[in-house]
């Protein structure tokens, strides 16, 4: 299985950590064609010596290779939406997503049917969806 997994990097990097401990975990499941979203030296602005045609045009290609759409949507990010959207209709999206106070989900992921949303607090949490996801055949 072809696993694509959407984090943010030039919306915020808060997160890097979590998202290579989510890397970790989906690599059981298959391959992860997006590792480097999981890259801790990968700062907000990116990967060094790419463009952005380059990095737009790899990851159409990764996301139409991947099996399934993995997104962790606490950081709010453009580029994860984008993918998110890109992906509706032609790939098994899920959203895995942390509630914090201040902090809301965006209603185009919170009210969209199409794809699956699930709250989490701890790497456990994560480990439980994912293996309901993955168990789940559709």
Not at 20 to 48: A, M, P, Q, R
Not at 102 to 131: H, P, Q, W
Request: with cysteine.
């Amino acid at each position: 299985m072809k696993i694509y997994f959407a984090g943010s990097i030039r919306g915020g990097r808060a997160d890097k950590e979590l998202y290579f401990k989510i890397i970790e975990i989906l690599s059981k499941y298959g391959e992860i064609l997006t590792e480097h979203v999981g890259n801790k030296k990968l700062s907000h602005t990116g990967e060094d010596g790419q463009n952005d045609k380059y990095i737009y045009d790899r990851d159409m290609q990764w996301l139409e290779q991947a099996d399934v759409v993995i997104a962790e949507v606490s950081t709010p990010s453009l580029g994860v939406g984008y993918e998110i959207a890109k992906a509706e209709g032609s790939k098994r999206t899920l959203c895995i997503y942390r509630p914090e106070e201040g902090r809301f989900l965006s209603a185009m992921v919170g009210g969209n049917k199409n794809l699956i949303l699930k709250e989490y607090s701890t790497i456990d949490d994560i480990k439980k969806v994912f293996n309901e996801f993955f168990a789940e055949k559709v």
